[in-house]
């Protein structure tokens, strides 16, 4: 008889057990999910540079802007003979240039460019015109399949079809949307480049 009771008592305690719910599934379908949350929390553009040339700073300004919020690798470009800085003698200087179809030698860069995807290229605007040392370092760069970014600066006379100058100097390259910003001063340069960056498709 006692062995019946005891028998029964396992029973019990078996159905009893076997009745608790498994609440481990669902806990686990409701916990949250620091990966997914975060994946897409910014958009970040990786393996890049920022190539630009700048006689007055204010191109460098914003290229500098642009490395705090990419932390993309910055490379000046600087002709092996210097531009004058006074506006007198750069402005003929850089009108017998158009006109002639010359270009300055450049420097070498300390950069290979065939390691980056994606490359922020940067010049002052001259007469309407990418600048000289600009035009020069995109005609004699390998681009194609890149990604080119430009951002211009200019002091009155901005380009008139940047994107048209552009595709005739990288026609296999892709081309996003140009930032152009008048010259220095100005104290909206991070809400812009972020603006900008933010706005970017590739």
Same mark, same amino acid.
Not at 49 to 66: K, M, Q, R
Not at 113 to 135: A, K, L, N
């Given at each position: 008889?006692?062995?019946?009771?005891?028998?029964? /008592?396992?029973?019990?305690?078996?159905?009893?057990?076997?009745? +608790?719910?498994?609440? *481990?599934?669902?806990?686990?379908?409701?916990?949250?999910?620091?990966?997914?949350?975060?994946?897409?929390?910014?958009?970040?553009?990786?393996?890049?540079?920022?190539?630009?040339?700048?006689?007055?700073?204010?191109?460098?300004?914003?290229?500098?802007?642009? +490395?705090?919020?990419?932390?993309?690798?910055?490379?000046?470009?600087?002709?092996?003979?210097?531009?004058?800085?006074?506006?007198?003698?750069?402005?003929?200087?850089?009108?017998?240039?158009?006109?002639?179809?010359?270009?300055?030698?450049?420097?070498?860069?300390?950069?290979?460019?065939?390691?980056?995807? *994606?490359? /922020?290229?940067?010049?002052?605007?001259?007469?309407?015109?990418?600048?000289?040392?600009?035009?020069?370092?995109?005609?004699?760069? #390998?681009?194609?399949?890149?990604?080119?970014?430009?951002? /211009? *600066?200019?002091?009155?006379?901005?380009?008139?079809?940047?994107?048209?100058?552009?595709?005739?100097?990288?026609?296999?390259?892709?081309?996003?949307?140009?930032?152009?910003?008048?010259?220095?001063?100005?104290?909206?340069? #991070?809400?812009?480049?972020?603006?900008?960056?933010?706005?970017?498709?590739?």
């Amino acid at each position: 008889m006692k062995k019946v009771i005891v028998a029964l /008592f396992l029973l019990l305690l078996l159905a009893a057990c076997g009745s +608790q719910p498994d609440n *481990t599934e669902e806990a686990d379908e409701n916990a949250p999910n620091d990966t997914n949350e975060n994946a897409n929390s910014d958009t970040e553009i990786t393996n890049a540079a920022i190539v630009y040339y700048s006689l007055t700073e204010n191109t460098e300004e914003v290229a500098e802007e642009i +490395q705090v919020q990419t932390e993309a690798d910055l490379e000046k470009l600087e002709p092996v003979e210097p531009y004058p800085r006074a506006y007198s003698e750069v402005a003929g200087l850089v009108r017998e240039q158009q006109e002639a179809g010359e270009f300055p030698e450049l420097q070498d860069l300390d950069l290979n460019i065939e390691e980056y995807d *994606t490359i /922020f290229v940067g010049s002052p605007t001259w007469h309407g015109y990418i600048s000289q040392p600009v035009q020069k370092w995109l005609m004699d760069t #390998e681009l194609a399949d890149k990604n080119i970014i430009p951002f /211009f *600066t200019s002091g009155s006379q901005p380009i008139e079809d940047p994107q048209s100058d552009l595709r005739e100097l990288l026609p296999e390259a892709t081309i996003t949307e140009e930032l152009s910003m008048a010259n220095s001063p100005r104290d909206d340069i #991070e809400e812009e480049v972020s603006q900008w960056i933010e706005n970017m498709e590739f």
